[in-house]
Every structure is written in structure tokens, then in C-alpha cells.
């Protein structure tokens, strides 16, 4: 039986896993999962839920940007099915409202919050890079849930924030760098290369129930707030507000796609963050990206 990974921060696999209308699949919960020892955010990336991927622990998994890349980065066949529209809305890097901070360049020294391995390490690693400074000017803390008010209590100088959880915040806080004109953010799904290519007839079926899916979150905006708020926590409102700002629709993998994913594999090797060089294109299918 398929094993489909899911967990909030895809928001398609959530709703899916939640309405519960793709049969004849096993639903892996992602926050359940053994993470092992997690390296220090200046010794690595983990490898979040990637490795699951070939230890059988699922065959079809949605994240950001960032996993896949790490995935690539151990070694891993790893296939793209499709990505999302841009999250610019998603989230930004802020710091509070009253800091001395006004630009990135300013951050050197200073502890920035982030949830390390995920969308948050590229976002950050584009914007050190755009003002000239290193993964290792910086002094990033992988925070978790508790990034919100380490920042507000002063105990870090910024944080790549994301909605809901910046939605508590947001008030006591200022905009560094927007996320549009940064990169893209975009969701994404990826599987095994053999999975791709032993059961396509699976992964179309699995894509055009995420297709539909999607389209009844943007129906039904509320009700799918309603489905993070009841299992994940959270505001049943901060969620909706969420959700009515970010894109749903899966999308073809393009080469500016490509492109972007490239530049950030290159930033992660340069940091030290994966152990070898990547090439991105090796997991697109031909037909993707022309």
C-alpha cells in the first residue's frame, strides 16, 4: 500500500489526509516520526522527514523548498512532481519593533530565529548573501515553536517568521526583508525516482486528488481552518488568515524553478550545510522544466 507523508506545513497533504477522500493509501504522520539528534543550525541540515523516503517510511511527501535539496545532498534519487505557486505572503524575516536593526547587514553577530531545514534556512541564506555575509556571520538558532517570543523577549535580534504564528505577533514586530523579490517559497511535492517510474498510474491518481483537494480549500476556506486549528492548535482565525494568503493549485516544474533551487544547493554547500554538490536538474523529469 502507498505511504503518503503528511504534516501542517504542507497545507495540501493536511486538508487531504483530513477530508479523507484518496483511498487505498496509508497516511504517515510526519510529526511522529523519530527525528534522531538534530545538528547544531552551523553544523548541518537536518534531514526533517527526507531520508523517510527511503528507509520506508513513505513514498510521496509535500514540504518547502529546503528538504528535497537535503535529500539530494545525502545521496538520495529523488524525483519532483510539481510545485506550488509562489507563498510570498507566507512569511518574512522580522525583527521587533523597537530594534536598532534596520538592515540585513546589520544582523552580523547577531542570533537570528529560524526553523532550521526548512523554507526559513533558505530564505535566510538568500538574504545574508544579497548583503554580502555568510551563513557563519550570523549566529542562527533553530528555535522551534518558541521563536516568537524569543524574539519579542529580546532573547534573539530576528526571526524568519511564517503565518499563524506571526499573526500573535505581528504588532511587536518589523519588516527586514520581504519575502517576494527574495525567492519564490513555493510548497513542493517529490517522491522516489522508482516510485515515479514503477507506479505512475499511482502518483497521477495521488496528484489528481491533491488537484481537487486544493480546489475545495478555496471554497471552503474556513472549514479547512477549522481542520488545523481542531489537530495542530492554533487560531481557528489566524489559520484562515493564513490559508486565504497563500496559493493552491499544484504546478509544472520550470527551469526558473530549477534555477532557484540550484542557487540555494550551492549557498548550502558553500555553508557547509550539505557535504557534497548537488545538481538540481538530476531530479527533474525530462518533460519538466522545458
Same mark, same amino acid.
Given at each position: 500500500m502507498t505511504k503518503i507523508g503528511f504534516f501542517?506545513? !504542507? !497545507?495540501?497533504? *493536511?486538508? &487531504?489526509?483530513?477530508?479523507?477522500? &484518496? $483511498?487505498?493509501?496509508? *497516511?504517515? /504522520?510526519?510529526? %511522529?516520526?523519530?527525528? $534522531?539528534?538534530?545538528p547544531s543550525p552551523l553544523e548541518g541540515l537536518p534531514s526533517l522527514h527526507g531520508d523517510h523516503l527511503f +528507509?520506508?517510511?513513505?513514498?510521496?511527501? $509535500?514540504?518547502?523548498? %529546503?528538504?528535497?535539496?537535503t535529500a539530494q545532498g545525502k545521496g538520495h534519487d529523488i524525483v519532483y512532481v510539481a510545485v506550488s505557486g509562489?507563498?510570498?505572503? =507566507?512569511?518574512?524575516?522580522?525583527?521587533?519593533?523597537?530594534?536598532?536593526?534596520?538592515?540585513?547587514?546589520?544582523?552580523?553577530g547577531r542570533k537570528v530565529a529560524l526553523g532550521?531545514?526548512?523554507w526559513q534556512t533558505t530564505l535566510l541564506l538568500f538574504a545574508l548573501d544579497d548583503a554580502g555575509l555568510g551563513w557563519r556571520d550570523v549566529e542562527p538558532v533553530d528555535a522551534g515553536g518558541n521563536a516568537a517570543d524569543l524574539l519579542v523577549s529580546g532573547e534573539v535580534d530576528a526571526w524568519v517568521g511564517s503565518y499563524p504564528a506571526l499573526s500573535r505577533v505581528?504588532?511587536? %514586530?518589523?519588516?527586514?526583508?520581504?519575502?517576494?523579490?527574495?525567492?519564490?517559497?513555493?510548497?513542493? *511535492?517529490f517522491t522516489r525516482r522508482d516510485f515515479a517510474e514503477q507506479q505512475p498510474e499511482e502518483l497521477a491518481r495521488i496528484v489528481a486528488a491533491l488537484r481537487e483537494s486544493d480546489e475545495w480549500i478555496t471554497r471552503n476556506y474556513r472549514a479547512a481552518a477549522e481542520l488545523f486549528?481542531? +489537530?495542530?492548535?492554533?487560531?481557528? +482565525? /489566524? *489559520?484562515?488568515?493564513?490559508?486565504? =494568503?497563500?496559493?493552491?493549485?499544484?504546478?509544472?516544474? %520550470?527551469?526558473?524553478?530549477?534555477a532557484e533551487q540550484q542557487r540555494a544547493a550551492?549557498?548550502?554547500?558553500?555553508?557547509? &550545510?550539505?557535504?557534497?554538490r548537488i545538481t538540481v536538474a538530476d531530479a527533474v523529469p525530462e518533460q519538466a522544466g522545458d
Open positions: 501542517p506545513s !504542507n !497545507n495540501s497533504l *493536511w486538508v &487531504l489526509r483530513h477530508r479523507d477522500i &484518496l $483511498g487505498g493509501v496509508e *497516511w504517515v /504522520d510526519l510529526r %511522529t516520526l523519530p527525528q $534522531g539528534e538534530r +528507509d520506508g517510511g513513505y513514498d510521496f511527501i $509535500g514540504t518547502g523548498s %529546503t528538504p528535497p535539496v509562489p507563498r510570498h505572503e =507566507n512569511g518574512r524575516l522580522v525583527v521587533r519593533a523597537d530594534s536598532p536593526i534596520t538592515s540585513v547587514a546589520d544582523l552580523k532550521h531545514g526548512s505581528e504588532e511587536k %514586530t518589523r519588516t527586514l526583508v520581504e519575502t517576494q523579490g527574495l525567492f519564490s517559497h513555493r510548497s513542493l *511535492w486549528a481542531a +489537530d495542530d492548535g492554533g487560531s481557528v +482565525d /489566524d *489559520w484562515e488568515h493564513a490559508l486565504r =494568503n497563500r496559493p493552491f493549485g499544484l504546478e509544472p516544474v %520550470t527551469a526558473e524553478f530549477v550551492d549557498l548550502f554547500f558553500a555553508a557547509g &550545510l550539505i557535504d557534497r
